[in-house]
T-cell receptor, first 113, second 113 residues
Framework: EAQVTQNPRYLITVTGKKLTVTCSQNMNHEYMSWYRQDPGLGLRQIYYSMNVEVTDKGDVPEGYKVSRKEKRNFPLILESPSPNQTSLYFC????????????FGNGTRLTVT | GESVGLHLPTLSVQEGDNSIINCAYSNSASDYFIWYKQESGKGPQFIIDIRSNMDKRQGQRVTVLLNKTVKHLSLQIAATQPGDSAVYFCAENNEVGGFKTIFGAGTRLFVKA
């Protein structure tokens, strides 16, 4: 089944403790992206990647890192999480990035205390 | 379920009626438009897309209309069913500025049985 898989679904952590949210897609998509979704603010892009070893900042990149060492994986790294990063995170992929639809994972609910 | 947005515009329709969800997009240079559906606890799911060289596209029970003159997009759902209850987002893509997808705030659709 074609899908985007992100883990974990739920994560509670404390301020400053490094964490990684994994994302994997099995559709051989070139483009991958991370979003956060907050009430009243909608979906905002954090980082995106057009291909392996190519990443770029989205609208809200501060406090996040990403890497794209393999085509299928695009982990999101929070080196020192803070409470303002409490949010619902979505990973997505698409064939090209600009003229094909995004396929989303089911989200990761992160709480930073 | 997950809260995807507080104070979203809301549309309430009777089961079997047609629904029309509207969206104003922001960038006249945008050339690819997508509608997504987000159910509680899930990631956004692709419904239908349209390119800027078209003004109408039909799928199964759904139709998207594009009016570039007034930068307006609409999603029509025929014979609305309880399973159509969700939050609906429009999104616009363009190559200018780095392959970003800009999402609308979303509309919550309630279907009354």
């Amino acid at each position: 089944e074609a899908q985007v898989t992100q883990n974990p679904r739920y994560l509670i952590t404390v301020t400053g403790k490094k964490l990684t949210v994994t994302c994997s897609q099995n559709m051989n998509h070139e483009y991958m992206s991370w979003y956060r979704q907050d009430p009243g603010l909608g979906l905002r892009q954090i980082y995106y990647s057009m291909n392996v070893e190519v990443t770029d900042k989205g609208d809200v990149p501060e406090g996040y890192k990403v890497s794209r060492k393999e085509k299928r994986n695009f982990p999101l790294i929070l080196e020192s999480p803070s409470p303002n990063q409490t949010s619902l995170y979505f990973c997505a992929s698409s064939l090209t990035g600009w003229d094909s639809p995004l396929h989303f994972g089911n989200g990761t609910r992160l709480t930073v205390t | 379920g997950e809260s995807v947005g507080l104070h979203l515009p809301t549309l309430s329709v009777q089961e079997g009626d047609n629904s029309i969800i509207n969206c104003a997009y922001s960038n006249s240079a945008s050339d690819y438009f997508i509608w997504y559906k987000q159910e509680s606890g899930k990631g956004p799911q692709f419904i239908i897309d349209i390119r800027s060289n078209m003004d109408k596209r039909q799928g199964q029970r759904v139709t998207v209309l594009l009016n570039k003159t007034v930068k307006h997009l609409s999603l029509q759902i025929a014979a609305t069913q309880p399973g159509d209850s969700a939050v609906y987002f429009c999104a616009e893509n363009n190559e200018v500025g780095g392959f970003k997808t800009i999402f609308g705030a979303g509309t919550r659709l309630f279907v009354k049985a």
